[in-house]
């Protein structure tokens, strides 16, 4: 009997102790939201204020899609396009419309990155 109270002590221990480490995709995932909204503020022009509520808020988006493609019962499709759907709505909250209609669309291709001329263009605009 105290065999199997020591045996599942330690096994709490150490699932406990596992639980606290970030997983491996996890790290991926930071440091991929770290270099993605560091290089669109660059593009897009947002204070470090907002980039901070970005970082926050694309991590929690990547880590909960992360979750329902893992999960095995669930309608993955449709919980993905939830999650979609509360970022875009978050997104429209923390940038103002002109940051999020240029953050939509380099996060859509629908601008290239190297295009200096629309940069020039954006520049000179603001100044």
């Not at 065999?3 to 596992?18: D, E, K, Q, T």
């Not at 709505?89 to 295009?115: A, H, P």
């Amino acid at each position: 009997m105290k065999r199997y109270l020591v045996l599942a002590v330690l096994l709490a221990i150490v699932a406990s102790l596992s639980a606290r480490q970030p997983s491996i995709i996890e790290n991926v995932l930071v440091s991929n939201v770290e270099e993605r909204v560091s290089s669109m503020q660059e593009l897009v022009g947002f204070n470090d204020a907002q980039a901070q509520r970005l970082r926050q808020m694309e991590l929690n988006f990547l880590l909960e899609v992360n979750k329902a493609e893992r999960c095995f019962l669930c309608n993955k499709k449709k919980r993905i396009e939830k999650l979609k759907e509360k970022r875009d709505t978050e997104l429209q909250k923390i940038l103002e419309r002109d940051q999020y209609i240029k953050y939509q669309s380099l996060e859509n291709d629908l601008l290239n990155r190297n295009n200096r001329l629309w940069l020039e263009n954006e520049k000179q605009r603001i100044m």
